[in-house]
């Protein structure tokens, strides 16, 4: 059986669903993971035969029309279906609406057996903008950039202790990969529309070597670089520098400027 949707949303009396190619294969809507937001007993038998009593009336936006439906047992096993009852009905609602794997649809709760269902965003609409986080160490920016909408797809940092604490702040993340950034490949990364790089500060910091971007550890900056220049066409159209203030002093700023003309050179126009 296909996996159940996905719920990315559920505020008080709504719940929102995503559907899956399954889904329209099937002419199903899946509620996996999701029954408590019907009544206990709205669970029918394998097959259905008359009306039991204990099923939901669900409307149909924008097809004028309210069903009676439930959620069917397993015939084998005898526990809920992942799915409403009334395949008909819902493959009727998918094409009135022209739902496409990726839409949301929203249930909406309006009393114990009443419920509306009704067409959401789009894939189009729903997709979040992508970031790979470079240098990441703990996840501070991931955690700015999710508040704001983004999903980071892909990370990396070379200290294993760092990427230790990522993992325990994002248990069951597998997109970390621990090493030296002049040891990625291009096919390693996801196609972006950002990439942030809060690079090692270690030879830029007053309180540091200062060495600036030739030094052992904040040279990793033109790992950055050189991962650009593999992903060709790939580039992201966005790149966010982060560092110390010793960035724009070292050397009379001039370490900035490298950095600045290197990204001018690749495409990019920057600003401080």
């Not at 669903?17 to 009544?39: C, K, M, S």
């Not at 204990?54 to 084998?76: F, M, N």
């Not at 700015?144 to 990522?166: C, H, P, S, T």
């Not at 950055?224 to 724009?248: A, H, M, Q, W, Y």
């Given at each position: 059986?296909?996996?159940?949707?996905?719920?990315?949303?559920?505020?008080?009396?709504?719940?929102?669903?995503?559907?899956?190619?399954?889904?329209?294969?099937?002419?199903?809507?899946?509620?996996?993971?999701?029954?408590?937001?019907?009544?206990?007993?709205?669970?029918?038998?394998?097959?259905?035969?008359?009306?039991?009593?204990?099923?939901?009336?669900?409307?149909?936006?924008?097809?004028?029309?309210?069903?009676?439906?439930?959620?069917?047992?397993?015939?084998?096993?005898?526990?809920?279906?992942?799915?409403?009852?009334?395949?008909?009905?819902?493959?009727?609602?998918?094409?009135?609406?022209?739902?496409?794997?990726?839409?949301?649809?929203?249930?909406?709760?309006?009393?114990?057996?009443?419920?509306?269902?009704?067409?959401?965003?789009?894939?189009?609409?729903?997709?979040?903008?992508?970031?790979?986080?470079?240098?990441?160490?703990?996840?501070?920016?991931?955690?700015?950039?999710?508040?704001?909408?983004?999903?980071?797809?892909?990370?990396?940092?070379?200290?294993?202790?760092?990427?230790?604490?990522?993992?325990?702040?994002?248990?069951?993340?597998?997109?970390?990969?621990?090493?030296?950034?002049?040891?990625?490949?291009?096919?390693?990364?996801?196609d972006c529309e950002l990439f942030t790089a809060s690079f090692p500060c270690n030879d830029l910091s007053i309180a540091g070597r200062w060495e600036g971007l030739s030094g052992k550890e904040?040279?990793?900056?033109?790992?950055?670089?050189?991962?650009?220049?593999?992903?060709?066409?790939?580039?992201?159209?966005?790149?966010?520098?982060?560092?110390?203030?010793?960035?724009?002093?070292?050397?009379?700023?001039?370490?900035?400027?490298?950095?600045?003309?290197?990204?001018?050179?690749?495409?990019?126009?920057?600003?401080?």
């Amino acid at each position: 059986m296909d996996s159940p949707a996905v719920a990315s949303a559920e505020v008080a009396q709504k719940l929102i669903l995503q559907v899956t190619a399954g889904n329209l294969r099937q002419n199903h809507l899946y509620i996996g993971g999701h029954l408590d937001f019907f009544p206990a007993d709205a669970v029918g038998p394998a097959r259905r035969s008359g009306v039991n009593g204990h099923g939901i009336e669900i409307t149909l936006s924008g097809l004028d029309r309210t069903i009676y439906t439930d959620i069917p047992r397993d015939a084998k096993t005898g526990k809920p279906r992942q799915f409403l009852r009334d395949r008909q009905s819902i493959r009727q609602f998918y094409r009135h609406h022209q739902i496409v794997e990726g839409s949301e649809v929203l249930i909406e709760r309006l009393a114990e057996r009443k419920y509306v269902l009704s067409a959401g965003k789009s894939p189009a609409e729903t997709k979040k903008p992508r970031a790979a986080e470079f240098f990441a160490g703990i996840g501070l920016v991931r955690l700015a950039l999710e508040r704001q909408g983004w999903d980071v797809i892909f990370a990396n940092d070379i200290d294993e202790d760092k990427a230790q604490m990522y993992r325990d702040n994002w248990p069951g993340d597998n997109h970390l990969v621990v090493g030296d950034i002049h040891n990625l490949q291009p096919s390693d990364i996801p196609d972006c529309e950002l990439f942030t790089a809060s690079f090692p500060c270690n030879d830029l910091s007053i309180a540091g070597r200062w060495e600036g971007l030739s030094g052992k550890e904040s040279s990793a900056f033109w790992g950055l670089i050189d991962l650009l220049d593999g992903l060709k066409s790939r580039k992201p159209p966005l790149i966010l520098l982060e560092n110390v203030v010793g960035f724009l002093l070292r050397n009379e700023g001039s370490d900035f400027e490298k950095a600045l003309l290197a990204l001018n050179k690749r495409g990019y126009n920057v600003a401080a």
